[in-house]
Nanobody, 126 residues
Framework: QVQMKESGGGSVQPGGSLRLSCRVSGYIFSSYCMGWFRQAPGKEREGVVGIDNDGGRTYYADSVKGRFTVSQDYGENSLYLQMNNLRPEDTAIYYC???????????????????WGQGTQVTVSE
């Protein structure tokens, strides 16, 4: 059974940084696409970043390019999201997802992923 668990969320001031972690168990880590999504209150779940495990190509939402960086640790079966220069509009619950689309096609469509973590809250405010 595949399980995913996020950690690292919290509250920061604008301009601050956080590093989210996602530990994956019961899964062949090197398969297909993995991603980070977020959902703010009253809004749809949106893709933040996708990473193709076969080659490592990454895809970022325009709103986070240059500020967020995704990385992997195959030995730890973990996915990370380094978030810098955080803004109030980054406030959301952040989810990691796996077993996503082949070659990360439609990487930012939440329905293309089969397995999700429970989410971790990120709050950016003064």
């Amino acid at each position: 059974q595949v399980q995913m668990k996020e950690s690292g969320g919290g509250s920061v001031q604008p301009g601050g940084s956080l590093r989210l972690s996602c530990r994956v168990s019961g899964y062949i880590f090197s398969s297909y696409c993995m991603g980070w999504f977020r959902q703010a209150p009253g809004k749809e779940r949106e893709g933040v970043v996708g990473i193709d495990n076969d080659g490592g190509r990454t895809y970022y939402a325009d709103s986070v390019k240059g500020r967020f960086t995704v990385s992997q640790d195959y030995g730890e079966n973990s996915l990370y999201l380094q978030m810098n220069n955080l803004r109030p509009e980054d406030t959301a619950i952040y989810y990691c997802a796996t077993d996503g689309p082949f070659r990360c096609s439609q990487w930012n469509y939440w329905g293309a992923y089969k397995t999700w973590g429970q989410g971790t809250q990120v709050t950016v405010s003064e």
